[in-house]
């Protein structure tokens, strides 16, 4: 999507003058000296290289004045572990962030060549399947705008998130190669390497002086390689480290076996190592339930943490006082093993005595939850840890052990409620549970929102929350605004400025002074044309994509994330049918013209989800050719949904769908984005949709259904769906419909399994909140037809969120969880 392009320069006024001479002649050089190539052959591929270096460099400069004053001042290190950072493109970002956005316009507007064009050529980096691995990059983002001292870890992998094809309704999964052309941004350190282990067995043997230590003879060693990703803060100042881990064998090939002909057999050990960094798993919210995700797990928390000990003792000379100097945090329980392996490390590499060790453990280590989904929390079964990580198993067991006795002679628990917090689960076949492993060994856990973090405490955790019933906090997640409004609407950005002062771009929390234009209609009217501007544009994206033509001024109506039975995008697609048989029903009413906007992932294994679009794409072909609608309705799948195009799309809609099962969404992030940019919400109380709602006030938002406890009490007492349809012609009729192949007339019972499933087990409450869904899309459509109410509450959403700021929330970790200083508002 383009920037209109004189909004930004207003925005970038203190920079304004900086020499455009100067960095078209880095660039050049860049082309000639780093690229290698001539001006007059350069594709634009090259052109964006030689510009991402020659804007790296100035990164760099701002990046060894931020280290080198954390290694003389000492600030209290924060290291954020994720198996994912969902990063989306640089270029733009970095400019944004360093005000040279317009300067650099300008320069390459000089070459001939157009900065908008470059910002599409940049590859997305998808080292993430959705929100829990966008969260890491936004944090990443404002930990450097906070002045935080604060360090990424995650896994280089050579091949992201899958890219997304549509192939007759279906979708396939194509391998994504964001590395092909090379990546500007980050710096090879083949000097930062560290030998990560697994299997062989354990060794204990007396000291001299009577003590048993225990050596871990592995069976298979891979090195881990790193590479640095400077991570640029608001405004330059502070430039943090992203440090990934890419593997490989510590011999390249076995020369004897090469030399005898056998040249696979000389690769094997080199591919299984490489093996390790080369594919993110495709499941957001399921454990892959394999041997390569743990191996996986292993090798980027060893690394990290083996970077963390050497550093701190360069730094302080002595392990005991590493939660003095230190944080790390968890993102979810893909990094839990990281406590066994500091128990390992210091035990036995480093001499520390086992209850020392422990307390560093405790108060070093914090742990963020992002799911309750009970097929979702973390087990690996005994013999599987058993067999590839000897020690560590060793240590969780006695680390369970101690945990365990500490409790019995509390007296405080039976032996039934033992076994419930006990780190092995016993029933059926033994499994270490590492969400209990990551609560044990941490200072602080916590939840993604207010409801979420409540249902901790109430039910997956509540055993363990009632023994240490301080330990459980909540950090409502938020999002980086420069990202989400800066730079994916520099017109609202504008706006913003214009009316409040440009002072909001630095402290969120000026955009409540937005809601005073609430009813100022030109300040409506310029809100509308804003809008207008990105539906016109996304428009033209979604013809040249699809072939579907949309009428810009029809509302937009979006549903845009990782495609799961509890986003219930079937159930906002039964509504979709419903409507249009309204629509055909009654011709002349007075209908509101919509397009349903749709767009996510299925992960590749996800048979019901993998349906779900294929069901879109069929309503899809019949709604958009049937031409008794005259346009009024729309239904089109956006592929290959990522953080790109969901710049593209956030700014462009009017409606925001986040209707998840009550009680199934942690907090989501999505819904922050697009309330951000004025969009209105239809949502359940789920996440932090109950919290969007306190703050823009029940007019402003369009809740229904079923909340949390209601959906409990349903899923106790019985769905009572039969009694739902016989009441209902509307929902009969759309069962009828997709159930008969009204939308897949060449398979007419393509759809029975699902819809056969809803009648049976309303597990996600589809049937159990339609009517209700359906009455809040009339109300929606009403309300868009008195266009001073709609921009009224357009605006109040806008200047309600500056609590969801993701600089709010990493304030809140350094205060409550880190403790770390961060940078006054
Ligand atoms: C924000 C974001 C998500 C998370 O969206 P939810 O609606 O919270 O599930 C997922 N993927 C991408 C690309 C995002 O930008």
């Known amino acids: 999507m383009s920037a209109s392009s004189d909004v ?269 960094s080369q594919v993110l798993y495709p499941a957001d919210d399921s454990p892959a339930g394999q041997e390569l995700r743990l191996r996986q797990e292993h090798f980027f928390s060893s690394a990290a943490l083996q970077d963390i000990v050497r550093r701190h003792l360069h730094q302080h000379g002595d392990l005991k006082t590493l939660p003095d100097h230190v944080a790390i945090q968890l993102n979810d329980t893909h990094p839990a093993i990281s406590i066994a392996e500091m128990m390992r490390l210091l035990i036995d590499n480093h001499g520390v005595e086992w209850d020392d060790a422990w307390d560093v453990c405790r108060r070093t280590f914090n742990y963020t939850n992002h799911t309750l989904l009970p097929e979702a929390l973390e087990h690996w079964p005994v013999p599987l840890m058993e067999r590839m990580l000897p020690r560590h198993m060793q240590i969780i067991y006695l680390i369970n052990a101690r945990h365990l006795d500490e409790l019995r002679a509390k007296g405080a628990l039976s032996e039934a409620e033992i076994g419930a917090v006990s780190l092995i689960e016993e029933s059926g076949a033994r499994q270490v549970r590492m969400g209990w492993l990551s609560f044990i060994g941490s200072h602080r856990v916590n939840g993604v929102s207010a409801l979420h973090t409540d249902l901790m405490r109430q039910t997956v955790f509540a055993p363990l929350h009632r023994l240490y019933p301080d330990r459980i906090v909540n950090k409502t997640n938020g999002i980086t605004f420069r990202r989400w409004l800066m730079e994916a609407n520099p017109g609202l950005t504008q706006l913003l400025a214009d009316t409040v002062g440009s002072a909001v771009l630095d402290n969120t929390e000026r955009l409540a002074d937005f809601a005073a234009y609430a009813d100022d209609a030109g300040v409506q009217e310029r809100f509308r044309a804003i809008r207008r501007e990105h539906k016109a544009q996304l428009s033209g994206l979604i013809h040249r994509r699809l072939g579907v033509k949309v009428d810009p001024d029809a509302m937009f109506d979006t549903h845009i994330k990782r495609i799961h039975e509890y986003k219930r995008q079937l159930l906002n697609i039964l509504e979709t049918v419903a409507l249009y048989d309204a629509m055909r029903a009654q011709p002349t009413r007075n209908w509101t013209p919509r397009v349903k906007i749709f767009a996510g992932k299925a992960a590749a294994s996800y048979q019901n989800a993998k349906l779900v679009i294929k069901l879109i794409n069929d309503v899809a072909n019949v709604v958009n050719n049937d031409p008794t609608l005259r346009g009024l309705l729309k239904v089109v799948f956006l592929p290959n949904y990522n953080v790109s195009l969901a710049e593209a799309v956030i700014p462009a809609s009017d409606l925001s769908e986040q209707i998840s099962t009550a009680g199934m969404e942690a907090s989501g992030t999505g819904n922050m984005k697009f309330a951000l940019n004025g969009a209105l919400t239809i949502g359940t109380l789920d996440g932090a949709n109950v919290e969007i709602k306190d703050r823009v006030g029940d007019d402003n938002i369009f809740i229904f259904g079923l909340e949390a406890h209601e959906v409990e009490q349903r899923r106790r007492e019985g769905f009572g769906t039969e009694e739902i349809i016989r009441r209902s012609p509307m929902i009969q009729q759309v069962l009828d419909q997709i159930g008969s192949g009204g939308f897949s007339p060449a398979e007419p019972n393509l759809y029975s399994h699902i819809l056969d499933g809803l009648v049976r087990h309303d597990h996600f409450l589809v049937l159990g909140d339609f009517q209700s869904y359906a009455e809040k899309q009339r109300e929606v459509a009403a309300k868009w037809r008195d266009p001073a109410a709609w921009w009224r509450s357009a605006i109040l959403n806008t200047a309600h969120m500056g609590f969801f700021s993701s600089d709010r929330t990493i304030r809140d970790y350094a205060e409550e969880i880190w403790g770390v200083p961060v940078k006054p508002a």
Not at 30 to 35: C, G, I, P, Q
Not at 48 to 72: E, G, K, N, Q, S
Not at 139 to 151: K, R, V
């Open 8 to 276: 930004a320069v207003r925005i970038a006024l203190p920079t304004e003058d900086q020499d455009v001479a100067a960095l078209r002649r880095a660039i050049v050089a860049k082309l000639a000296y780093s690229v290698g190539k001539d001006p007059i052959v350069a594709t634009e591929h090259d052109w964006f290289m030689a510009t991402a270096l020659a804007v790296r460099d100035r990164i760099v400069d701002a990046w060894f004045p931020t280290t080198r004053t954390i290694y003389t001042e000492k600030p209290k290190r924060v290291y954020y572990l994720s198996v994912e950072f969902l990063i989306g493109r640089l270029l733009y970002d970095s400019l944004n962030a360093l005000g040279l956005a317009e300067t650099m316009r300008k320069a390459l507007a000089e070459l001939g060549v157009d900065l908008e064009v470059l910002r599409e050529v940049e590859p997305d980096a998808a080292l993430g399947n959705g929100g829990l691995g966008r969260l890491a990059a936004c944090f990443m983002e404002s930990m450097a705008s906070l002045g935080i001292a604060g360090y990424g870890y995650g896994i280089r992998y050579d091949h992201g998130m899958f890219r997304q094809k549509i192939k007759d309704g279906w979708q396939s999964e194509l391998p994504e190669t964001w590395l092909a052309g090379g990546n500007p941004w980050e710096f090879e350190r083949p000097d930062v390497v560290y030998h990560i282990s697994y299997g062989g067995s354990v060794e204990a043997r007396e000291t001299p002086e009577g003590e048993i230590r225990h050596i871990w003879h592995p069976a298979e060693t891979v090195e881990a390689v790193a590479y640095d990703t400077p991570m640029v803060g608001w405004r330059g100042k502070h430039v943090n480290t992203l440090r990934l881990w890419s593997a490989r064998a510590p011999d390249p090939l076995r020369l004897d076996a090469f030399n005898r002909g056998d040249h696979l057999g000389a690769l094997a050990s080199q591919s299984r190592a490489q093996a390790i």
